[in-house]
Every structure is written in structure tokens, then in C-alpha cells.
């Protein structure tokens, strides 16, 4: 049985069981609040969610035109969905504008600084809309500290050109993002983020499945997220593909227990620090490098497929990583962590293909980078692989062992902080000034042709006259 064929016998099983769990003669029945610009009794989202009573059963139906922004609050509203009824997620569009928070305007109110806004709310179902050119991100569930969001769905959505985040879930245990495209984010498309930690019997998976991602800051970026499977997607053209990491900004750290399976991980080289780059990051950096380490911004460094950051039991396997010019993938800690819990674990890089259809043709620049921290991470059954050792640094099998692993002093330090010599190469790399000098060390060549998917890269100078 193939994994998708699987996952509809469960879900099959599950809608018997709750068929079976009703009276006899008891049918569900939804109310349909239907929005439109002219002619229904709601012409704005927010005053459809704003009417619903018994939200479990509720569908806000919204036909096609354009949108201001809305806010979905409290447990009051649990179960609510909210799907456009348009032939494509552009024919319902959620509307920002220029990536700014106006003052009052035509359709009423101040425009929010998100498409949708989930807030303390859990089961929500948001489905075939578009998101487009919000202050700060597209589609938003979350939950405050102490708050509860269980569960989420965002199906059939476009999330474009928003200032921060596409389709972002924090602090919410189990979800899905399917099916969706999320492009032009001064961070990343997709976000889990700040996963409360679970009992392994009770544990909630994300589910990241069948999506695009590209133009970007990153495609992925799962900052402190757990238990997320991100499977079947395209990430391709953002300045890194996936991200999970580990920083002191957000709770429950750290990164830990995901999968990174079955991916399309791919010319990942925009560099949108150049000066004619479309989308600006709104990160500030990683931090400042300590003056004894030589100072200096630590950035985000561009040109990667997969960068573990600080994650810990993180699985990555059979992948199709390519065309990426700096790493395929890179593994490294954070050693300035304030509680040292960004420390990079028993990850695991199995069966990937680190070229395009496993030649040479469309090669990563170095295929695997690792910093020797840590313990516990593994390399087995990648296909075409390139180690990036530093000269002076530990040898290959200190940095990449097989897997399982040995324990330290074997194969990595065991510590945040790892091979001075690798260590040295990643901080130049994130403190190059300006940050698009990253790009003198890329190994660039024309990408060949893959499916229907063109490259793109930032034309110009990075210092122009």
C-alpha cells in the first residue's frame, strides 16, 4: 500500500466511525453564510463572521471578488470554514494593500495587517482564496501563550507578496497545508513555529503535503516546530528551500522530530540582497557575532536546498536536492544560543539525490555541509555526494558519518560549538558584507530543463557603481 493510498483508508475508517457515532435519522446540517461585493446580505467576510452562531456547523461561502482582511477569535468560533467559491483560489481575492496597514478605507474599517486571522481558534478550515500584499503575513492561525490551538486546515491557497509570512501556524498542535502556493515573502511561504511539546502516545502531527514555494526568503522555515512531515512539495527559487530551526525568540525550543521526505528541493539561489531583488527580508539577521569571533551580522546565508539549524531528531530522506549553488544541505548548531538548546542532533540524511535525476548535470555546489557539532547525525544511501571539509578541519568521517552514528569524539563534538575550521568557513559565509557577497563562493552553472519550472535570479550588481 503507497503512503497516499493509506492515508485514504484512514481517513475512509475515520468518516465511518463518526457516520456510525450519529442517532439513527441524524444527518449533519451546514449553514451556509454566503459573502458577496453586491446583492448578499454580508459584502465582507468579517461581517459573516461576526453572524455565525454554531460554528462547527457553519460554512461562509465566499463568492468571487475582492476582499478586505478578517479575523476569526476565540473557541466560540472552532470548527468554522471559510472557502471561496471561485474556480481557482485568485478568484477570491483577499486584498492588502501595498504591503501596509492603511487607515479607514472604501470597504470600511482598518485593513488588517493579515489576509485571514486565526486567533485562540482551533479547527478552523480555510480553503481556495488568495491572500495578496498584507503588512505582515497571508493566512494566520495562532494562539496566544497559555492559549489552545488544536488543529487547522489551509487547503487550496495562494499567499502571495505579503511582507512576512504566506501560510503561518504558531503555537497550534496538528494541522495541514496542502495543496497550496505561497510566493514574494520577505520570510518564508510556509511556517510552523513554537510547537508546544506532546506526550509521544498523544502526539499531533503538521502535515505540509502538495504545496509550491518559491521567491522567497525561504521556502520553509519551522522555527522551534515539532512533529511536522513535509512531504510531496516544490521548493525551488527561494534564498533556502527548508529551514527548521532553533532560536531564542519564540517558546519550546528546540527544533525537534520532523520529516523532510519525497521533496523537490531545487535551484534555491535568490538572492534577494541584491538591490534589484523584488522582495526585501524582514529579518534583522540571526544576531550579532561576539566581538572575539570578529563581529559582525550574522544573516541568513542564500543558496541552500535543506539547512538544519539547530534542530534535533530530524529525519531527511529520499529527496531530489539540486541545482542549489552553495550546499545541498547544510547542518549546523547555534553556539551563541542563550540556553544552548540550538544544538543539531541525531539528524539523519538518507537516500537522497543530491543531482538532477542522478547526474551530474545539475549538481548542488557542495552537496552536504556540516559544522562537526552535535551528536548523533548521519549520512547513508545519498546518491552523487560531495562533503564540504575545510583544509585544517576534521576528516570526512568525523563530519559525515554513516549511520548510526558513533558517539563523540568519533564523529562530532557532542557540543554546540564544532570544528574551528568549518565553524570559520559558515560565520564568513553569514557575515559577508554586503550580505550579497555570498554569492563570490556559489559554483554557478545553467540549470537543464526540469518539468515545466524556470530558474530565476537577481540580475545586477551586488555593489553597483
Known amino acids: 500500500m503507497t ?11 475515520a468518516a465511518l466511525a463518526v457516520t456510525a457515532a450519529l442517532p439513527a435519522g441524524a444527518a449533519a446540517k451546514t449553514k451556509t453564510l454566503k459573502v458577496c461585493e453586491h446583492g448578499c446580505k454580508y459584502s465582507s467576510i468579517q461581517a459573516a463572521i461576526n453572524d455565525v452562531k454554531d460554528a462547527s456547523s457553519t460554512r461562509i461561502a465566499v463568492q468571487p471578488g475582492t476582499y478586505a482582511g478578517a479575523t476569526v477569535k476565540g473557541h466560540k468560533l472552532d470548527g468554522l470554514t471559510i472557502t471561496g467559491t471561485g474556480e481557482e483560489p485568485g478568484d477570491v481575492l483577499i486584498q492588502g494593500v501595498g504591503g501596509q496597514v492603511p487607515g479607514p478605507e472604501k470597504r470600511g474599517g ?6 485571514i486571522d486565526g486567533l485562540n481558534v482551533s479547527h478552523l478550515e480555510l480553503s481556495n482564496m488568495q491572500a495578496d500584499n498584507f503588512a505582515a503575513n497571508g493566512f494566520f492561525i495562532h494562539a496566544d501563550p497559555g492559549k489552545e490551538c488544536i488543529g487547522f486546515k489551509m487547503d487550496d491557497l495562494v499567499a ?3 511582507r512576512a ?3 503561518f501556524a504558531r503555537n497550534c498542535i496538528g494541522g495541514r497545508i496542502t495543496d497550496s502556493v505561497g510566493y514574494g515573502h520577505g520570510d518564508s511561504a510556509i511556517y510552523i513555529g513554537e510547537t508546544p511539546p506532546q506526550k509521544k502516545k498523544d502526539r499531533k502531527w503538521t502535515q505540509i503535503s502538495r504545496n509550491e514555494s518559491y521567491l522567497n526568503v525561504l521556502g520553509y522555515s519551522g522555527t522551534n516546530s515539532k512533529y511536522v512531515d513535509i512531504h510531496d512539495n516544490f521548493f525551488y527559487n527561494n534564498g533556502a528551500g527548508v529551514v527548521p530551526n532553533t532560536l531564542d525568540s519564540e517558546d519550546f525550543e528546540p527544533t525537534a522530530k520532523g520529516i523532510i521526505e519525497d521533496n523537490d528541493i531545487f535551484w534555491n539561489n535568490f538572492d534577494y540582497y541584491m538591490p534589484g531583488s523584488p522582495v526585501q527580508t524582514v529579518s534583522d539577521g540571526l544576531g550579532e557575532l561576539p566581538p572575539e569571533f570578529g563581529g559582525g551580522t550574522l544573516q541568513y546565508p542564500t543558496g541552500i536546498g535543506v539547512a538544519m539549524f539547530g534542530a534535533s531528531g530530524w529525519k531527511v530522506e529520499s529527496n531530489r536536492i539540486f541545482g542549489n549553488f552553495k550546499w545541498g544541505a547544510a547542518s549546523f548548531s547555534d553556539p551563541f544560543n542563550e540556553g544552548d538548546d540550538a544544538i543539531n542532533q541525531n539528524n539523519q540524511f538518507i537516500n537522497n539525490t543530491m543531482s538532477s535525476n542522478g547526474t551530474e548535470a545539475d549538481a548542488n555546489g557542495i552537496d552536504f555541509f556540516s559544522d562537526g557539532s552535535g551528536s548523533g547525525n548521519c549520512y547513508s544511501g545519498n546518491d552523487s555526494t560531495t562533503f564540504d571539509d575545510q583544509p585544517g578541519g576534521e576528516d570526512t568521517a568525523f563530519l559525515y558519518p554513516g549511520c548510526p552514528a558513533p558517539d ?5 563534538t557532542g557540543a554546540s560549538f564544532g570544528d574551528f575550521d568549518q565553524l570559520e568557513a559558515l560565520i564568513g559565509y553569514t557575515v559577508s558584507d554586503p550580505p550579497c557577497h555570498q554569492e563570490d563562493s556559489w559554483s554557478r552553472h545553467e540549470h537543464p530543463a526540469f518539468m515545466d519550472f524556470e530558474p530565476f535570479e537577481v540580475e545586477g550588481e551586488c555593489d553597483p557603481a
Open 408 to 412: 563523540p569524539p568519533d564523529a562530532g
Open 3 to 13: 503512503r497516499k493510498s493509506g492515508a485514504l483508508v484512514v481517513a475512509i475508517a
Open 165 to 167: 509570512y504566506g501560510m
Open 110 to 115: 482598518d485593513l488588517p495587517q493579515n489576509g
Open 160 to 162: 502571495s507578496w505579503n
